[in-house]
């Protein structure tokens, strides 16, 4: 099974009410801000606000997150996507994890 498959399942399996918000954006603005700051060339929030967004759905939410985490070399473990996951989710996107 593909990691970001495995991750799906463990979220749908755990919920994100086992997922800390609060510890995903403590992570997310340790680990991503600075680049995503480069990225926008001001505010890193935009990232998640502008038009154009690449994330549509919760599955390409964890898997965009998955994605920095793998090619950033950022050390997180599953539970500390999932948190990261968590915090975007409830700060930014609003998705329906079950969908």
């Not at 970001?4 to 603005?29: E, N, P, V, W, Y």
């Not at 994605?67 to 996107?93: G, I, K, T």
């Amino acid at each position: 099974m593909s990691k970001l498959a495995t991750l799906l399942l463990l979220s749908l399996m755990l919920g994100t009410a086992q997922a800390d918000a609060k510890r995903g954006k403590s992570l997310h603005d340790n680990n991503c801000m600075s680049c995503h700051i480069g990225i926008m060339g001001g505010l890193g929030d935009d990232m998640y606000l502008r038009d154009n967004r690449r994330v549509d759905s919760y599955p390409r939410l964890v898997k965009q997150v998955n994605r920095c985490n793998d090619n950033l070399d950022v050390p997180w473990h599953d539970a500390e996507v999932m948190d990261v996951v968590e915090y975007l989710n409830l700060q930014y996107y609003h998705f329906d994890e079950a969908l």
